[in-house]
């Protein structure tokens, strides 16, 4: 019953058995194997577009990387308040963007706000010296709150960034469980909503360790193989990412796994949602459950085994459940007994 | 006949089943897993002492990481004219430092020269806010040359680091290589001989992809978990990366595999020192060869499938081979017997 | 009647008159000279403290010189959302500090709001890697809004910081009309409040350009030179930029000028609030003036020849006056005449 | 007798001049008033052609500044091993261009030997990842060692610069001493000889503190505004650096100011010359000697008032004697015959 993470949960056998496959004979090192060649075709099938995309080894240096090409180092990333980028990476944006600003933008469930993003957006004038320079706009899909954006709410930011004269970014951490949840293909979630570039995470979805830096306007990515080694992210045997990565996309295993997840963590949502004194501070649309539950609950059910956090941004008695690719179902049927159980129980109260 | 480096090899099936091993059921993210608990541990019992370690995807960033560690952005961090650091990680160390300078030292067989450190280390006067500060040595062990430096030779740099007040760092990329080449503990070669942390690479050496950042002075770490997150090297499924760590060091795994590459460097070493027109560019200690060969056999050697690299930096007509824990020994006795078929018969000028 | 900013005036006699003064003889360079040892002595006595002192050419350097010594590049400043520092310095903190994360706070009238920081500042936790850390506060007195903090004010912010283990700066770019202002003596509103270290501005108050950063607790000067000279921000010939400064704190000087530019504005202010449809939209403490006008009456005082920006931070219609230790009292009789003039007859309507 | 460094004089009269002149009424800050634009015309006719040029305040923020247009972060600049950029600014020039590497390269005289330029730019192989790429070349002119580059001397250099597909800066901080001193036109020792962008100081030649970042191919100047100011070098009450340099250009205040001190050095140089025991170190072809001298004439120097360095990179016994636009000619006949005066009687030996 554990409920931290996604990434708590190892491999799936489908990837483990790809990087065996993979440990056969000599290849070249550095990117130029034939996995990360396969990788790439794959990839221009599954979003039905040129593109060059990069495998890493963790979304903060997907984000980081890209957001670098997208800005310079007087310029300005718009990001939600509450995004990965801003608040989880421990300045690793600011650090490869070689300083440039990071600016949180409100919004409801993870999503940012159109007006406050117009109006970050106005607050620094083109060409004025003095102010850092309006450069990139990052949307994280699926959020961090669990909701979705469709492609007509990723365009209207899309094109506020144009207009503004900024690069757009799609922080695809769990962008699986956004294409699985939405039903929307991957090309219209990302570049034909007006996406440049995008980090696509694997981790979470059943990898050991692959995320991918995605670039849809292949001039972004002029310089990156010398971002990308001068941070110590130019992996040699990179195959053993590569062969994950194929697995991942190959056969729609990412999109299985994500359904699962998806569903196990909407069963858990909507077991909840029934039970008096729980509210879901956003609605679950992926793989993440916030919910606010009577603290002796909370305490109830910790004490049965279940692991998980409290979420102090979502209000009192917030916690977050995440379920993976691998969240085994009776786990979930465990959880809400317990939860429900209580709720037929008069309860003390619980400081 | 793959001799291009040691890198083009996959992992070692020790290492392969380690991983899969370490597929069964969650555990903390980010490194509070049992396996990376275990490899501090082990670790403790390789090195005779204590210190902490942490795994980082590839060389570069260990390199980088642990030298940001040692020198302030206006310091100075003197290493071989022909180090990684210096020549071959595209600016990586100057970028973790926040720009502190690289100083490239001279010296034969890619190994320091006293007095030129001497030198260098005397040419910026401590205090003097006009000149970047001398803050950092780093030596490569084995060197990028083939070659190893004995505990006495590491101590007379590492004292006149101390003497200039700089601390101390040693790249073991192939430190193994050094460790089985040298006879010497990895203690003698390293904290007893002045060294205050480590990069140690289990990647060229049978790990799929795993390379450690050791910290013999611990203070020296205090901040290391905001470098590391913020240079996006925090990898959320570690267990994987110390999985592999920990089979490299249990039952002498790692000395195994390097006194194999070992042996076949020497064997080639040994073979061709024999044959006329050949000439060694620098003692082979370890596992990289790099000779000088009459261009015409060097051709005749592709021409039968095998795969090496022109060293220019070794002079006209110079190349390196690198072995693996992998190399094959027919390989090893067809290339030589390639080599010597070529002595014996009459030879066309090759322009 | 140019109202535009306090730097479109030049240099007050007495301060051009000490450079003049300075220029015999020679004299060590770099900051050893006896100007600058005076300097060093004569704010002593101004701050009634110890404290070291360092000029620099602009109040953006100095900002960003500080704050580095404050905050790592894995760290958070917070300051106002309308701060200098955040807005209008091109990312300079983020360059200087490598990175850190410059967190905007809400507040009125450009003072900082306690319960606004509290939130921000609890944010991120306390070494917990993925998060920044949060490292200093800065608060600009006089602000960007024309207000002043007491020393009781801005010892609710400091106590709040060191709750939270931040250092403390005040960007004093306008310091000598917060002590002008205030009535309070600069130790008051500075150490004796908590303030750690301080940006100190002449320029805007009748140098020719000359800025102070400034440590009361001089352990954060510790590498201060380097950060200096590394910036480029170490002058050779300081003696002319100290000459500057010591000319500014003798005899009273910068609160003379200050006084002016506070009465001066004082009267514009007092002026304005009778006029119907003007509106005042922070209190005029310093030299500033922030006032929301009838869009035909800025109209006409520009077609009359007076300058000033629209501020549109301030809302519709709003513009800043600022007013100068030269300011002239009949311009200011003027605008006011001009403005009220306007309000006697039937205005027509100006899209 | 102060040859410690030009720096060590104030300004000459005519400037001071000139910034008092510029202190009446209210002019537009950061560059948009007359003095600045003035110098930019005055400029263009000094060299002859287009450009674009930008007054900041000290020689290494000209250099650093420059550098970071003309190199990305993952680049090369090659520079003379004792040139000020490489020694001089305490890691200046890494920080602004975000990391790169200033390589050292050797050559007699403080000049760039073109076979060493060659090996250096070679040993990186352009497109490779792995490397740093080549970038940029920077020389100095005068030298650093006091003498001069010829037309012809700069375009082989330059020549080969862009052969490597580099651009190319010229550190000008005594540009004035190699005008004067070579008798060539600014043009022709510049863009004419291949030079893209240059710093040219006026502060050892008579200025209170002005320098200038110019940039002959004004693509280059892009950013540039956003790099001043993010590094705080953006001047508001610019119109008193610019009219120092407007001063220094008019009427060829520059040159008759570098003539003289030339004359100065020359007549030193010439003095040592013919004395037993001395040995210049290189030619005096700007206002910089280089002298071995026996130890005890040069503690006679010092014993009758004479300041100067001892420059213990051009060896055993070597000073350095700057003269100045200020020297006074008095002072070198009294050198001169104290160094004299030495010769004829019997010298004990000094330790």
Known sequence: MNFASDNVYGASPEILKAVMAANTG???????????????ELLRDVFETDLIAYPVITGSAANALALSALCPPHGVVYSHDGAHVFEDECNGPEFFTGGAKIYPVEGAGGKIDPDALRHAMGRFVRGFDHHPQPSALTVTNATEWGTIYRPDEVRVLTDMAREFQCRTHMDGTRFANAVAGSGCSPADLTWRSGIDAMSLGATKNGALGAELVIFFD?????????????????ISKLRFLSAQLVAYFEQDHWLDNARHANAMAAKLASGFSGMPGFELVA????N????????????????????????????????????????????????????????????????
Chains 1, 2, 3, 4 share one sequence.
């Open 26 to 40: 000599t290849c070249p090192s550095y990117g130029e194997d034939a996995h990360t060649v396969r990788l790439n």
């Open 218 to 234: 292949r001039s972004l990515a002029d310089n990156f193989l010398f971002r990308r080694k001068r941070a110590g992210h130019t």
């Open 283 to 286: 609605p679950c649309q992926a």
């Open 288 to 351: 993440e459950v916030f919910v606010k539950m009577p603290a002796d609950v909370a305490e109830r059910l910790r004490a049965a085994g279940a692991v998980f956090h409290n979420w102090p941004s979502g209000g009192d008695n917030c916690i977050r459940l995440v379920t993976s690719f691998a969240a085994d179902e009776g786990d979930i049927d465990q959880v809400l007994a317990l939860a429900a159980d209580g709720m037929q129980e008069p309860r003390t109260a619980v400081s």
